[in-house]
């Protein structure tokens, strides 16, 4: 069945660093993918998505590109802050319209002032 | 629109005590989502259901969780009997509005349990 794999945290950024999560996903279609946060204390939310190869999903300062060659779909943010300290996901759709969202295990961020 | 609503936000019990769980999803969708979620376990899908109708209810741990979705506006989440490794953040979740399908899915913001 489809799955998503992200990098393993936590992850522990200082301010203004770069930050790159890596999601890499299989899936027998051509499923959209999507990046969700979760803040403390929060549901998680969704950040960003991207539907085809070669999109770029963004927002908040987040990228990420479907690479149907490399299936994957990174999440980067050319420089963190501290409010962006949470948990994110990598997820798929596979487009059935009938099946729930394949969600990966999670990255906790931490920034640091 | 008021997102998916869940109630209580907070919850603690007494093992061997019911534990019901509510949500209110999107309103114009009638597909309806339950997550656990634990620092052990991470996020796990419980049960799914598709025009209240629950299609997949694979992940939901024991005879002691049951779901219902009565109609489109809402649905419960319960447990009975309570037992301390039920602890967790439980999350409903819905699609968007407007959508035809599941391609994404908006959560609340859940309840937290707590089984002493």
């Known amino acids: 069945g489809d799955s998503v794999t992200q990098m393993e945290g936590p992850v522990t950024l200082s301010e203004e660093a770069f930050l790159t999560i890596n999601c890499t996903y299989t899936a027998t279609g051509y499923p959209s993918l999507f990046w969700y946060v979760q803040y403390p204390g929060e549901g998680l939310q969704l950040l960003l998505k991207a539907t085809k190869a070669d999109d770029k999903g963004s927002n908040k300062g987040f990228e990420a590109t479907y690479r149907k060659e490399t299936t994957s779909f990174h999440l980067e943010k050319g420089s963190v802050q501290v409010s962006d300290s949470a948990v994110y996901f990598c997820a798929l759709s596979d487009n059935s319209g009938n099946t729930p969202l394949v969600f990966g295990k999670g990255t906790r961020l931490s920034v640091i002032a | 629109d008021a997102g998916v609503i869940q109630s209580p936000r907070h919850e603690v019990t007494e093992m061997g005590q019911e534990v019901t769980l509510r949500c209110k999803p999107i309103?114009?969708?009638?597909?309806l989502f339950w997550y656990r979620q634990t620092m052990m376990r991470g996020l796990e899908l419980l049960i799914y259901?598709?025009?209240?109708?629950?299609?997949?209810d694979s992940g939901m741990p024991e005879d002691r969780f049951s779901a219902k979705m009565p109609n489109a506006s809402f649905s419960t989440l319960k447990i009975q009997p309570s037992e301390p490794r039920d602890s967790a953040v439980y999350f409903c979740a819905s699609p968007p509005a407007g959508t035809s399908g599941i391609f994404e899915q908006f959560f609340g913001p859940g309840t937290r349990l707590t089984v002493l």
């Open positions: 259901f598709n025009n209240n109708v629950p299609i997949d």
């Open positions: 309103s114009g969708h009638n597909s």
